[in-house]
């Protein structure tokens, strides 16, 4: 599956949306830090760390990249967050979710 194939979902499969990829990023890193506590190893992700992801974050969204960040957790668990941008570069011709 590709990451902007999410524009194809039923709109209420969309947590929220954004005008600007500013406000995008904090989402993101926000959902990165309630999951934080959970994460099974938290020891490997502090190689990458929070500002390195927020910062690429910033930085890619505006051009157009797709987000999408994967953590395992706990009790066999994972937990998947990510922004797909729209208009989406890797398919132009997906509509845009009404926000």
Excluded at 71 to 97: I, Q, T, W
């Amino acid at each position: 599956m590709r990451l902007c194939d999410w524009l194809l979902k039923p709109h209420n499969r969309i947590v929220t949306s954004f005008d600007q990829a500013d406000d995008a990023a904090t989402w993101l890193i926000d959902q990165y830090d309630m999951a934080c506590p959970s994460f099974h190893l938290p020891d490997q992700e502090v190689k990458i760390g929070r500002e390195h992801r927020h910062q690429g974050a910033v930085e890619a969204l505006p051009g157009g990249t797709d987000i999408q960040w994967g953590f395992h957790l706990k009790g066999e668990r994972f937990v998947s967050m990510g922004v797909v941008c729209c208009p989406n570069k890797h398919a132009p011709d997906y509509k845009c979710p009404k926000g």
